[in-house]
């Protein structure tokens, strides 16, 4: 039985770890999901939650794995597990069906399929508490590594870019496609492939160029999500931008709650920059 309950420690600190890692790898797809799901009022505020919540998986993690404090452990992991399922089941009340980000967006798991994980895991948890834990070790700095961690967190992955960070993280096109973001105006468009939303908009775009309206150079940066494919795109959207392919976690940093953005860009330098619909703010812009 010894060996049993060994087997399941090391369980239950591999599934937290490894939780937390896969926030970690795109941690802008968990702090929009925290935000869509009505967790957190704001991006901002899903970006610190997000590294709460990292730092505080890779600690139940580490904790469980090097026996420190293993039954106090047990309890904070119980509860907030149970916490997590209660949320679960309300996504489930209310018909959500796509990925909860348990898991980040490394493995996809519908609310309905993590509350089955959470499940199995308080009854881990739950059989695990039974047991006493003389032998755990209990030094001091186990409770300073929590807030440690958050540091940690917050230093390797800062919260949300800002807009005059923007410049920066947008890829650098072939010299003969005569692109230079540093000199000129241009609008960038951050799309994802399979968004309606983002279709819509490149729609509209293309819609006013045929309409004689004077737009800066459009330039699509595509994050590819789906089976949706730039010729798809394309031909939906009866447009053809010159365009890149981004990451999850630059199309993340690039964009605000929800996809499109659609940045104006001058000289290097972020003028304004628009979410999700292009109203009549965007065409006064431009067309006064």
Same mark, same amino acid.
């Given at each position: 039985m010894a060996y049993l309950r060994i087997i399941l420690q090391i369980f239950l600190a591999v599934t937290f770890l490894f939780s937390a890692y896969t926030k970690a790898i795109a941690p802008g797809f968990f702090e929009v999901l925290l935000e869509q799901q009505g967790l957190v009022p704001s991006r901002i505020y899903g970006g610190w939650a997000t590294r709460f919540i990292i730092a505080l998986e890779i600690w139940l993690g580490l904790c469980l794995l090097l026996s420190l404090y293993i039954r106090a452990i047990l309890r904070l992991s119980f509860f907030l597990l149970l916490i997590f399922s209660v949320h679960l089941v309300y996504l489930i009340a209310i018909g959500e069906t796509g990925n909860c980000g348990c898991f980040g967006e490394m493995i996809s798991m519908s609310p309905l399929a993590s509350l089955g994980k959470n499940l199995v895991l308080l009854t881990v948890n739950g059989f695990m508490l039974r047991y006493k834990y003389r032998g755990s070790k209990k030094p001091i700095i186990t409770w300073l590594l929590f807030p440690l961690l958050f540091l940690a967190a917050t230093l390797v992955w800062p919260v949300q870019t800002q807009t005059d960070e923007v410049v920066e993280k947008l890829p650098t096109f072939e010299a003969d496609a005569g692109i230079d973001f540093a000199n000129g105006s241009y609008l960038v468009a951050i /799309?994802?492939?399979g968004c309606e939303h983002c279709q819509e908009a490149a729609q509209?775009?293309?819609?006013?160029?045929k309409n004689g309206i004077d /737009?800066?150079? %459009? %330039?699509? /940066? @595509? @994050? +590819?999500e789906g089976d949706t494919t730039v010729a798809d795109f394309n031909n939906i959207t009866d447009?053809? !931008?010159? &365009?890149?392919?981004i990451d999850?976690?630059?199309? !993340?940093? /690039?964009?605000?709650? +929800?996809?499109?953005?659609? &940045?104006w860009i001058v000289d290097g330098q972020v003028k304004h920059y628009w979410?999700?619909?292009?109203?009549?703010?965007?065409?006064?812009t431009f067309a006064p």
């Open positions: /799309l994802n492939l509209q775009i293309v819609t006013w160029q /737009l800066p150079q %459009v %330039v699509a /940066l @595509f @994050f +590819a447009s053809n !931008f010159p &365009y890149q392919m999850v976690n630059t199309f !993340f940093d /690039l964009i605000g709650s +929800a996809p499109p953005r659609i &940045y979410d999700e619909t292009l109203g009549e703010d965007f065409l006064t």
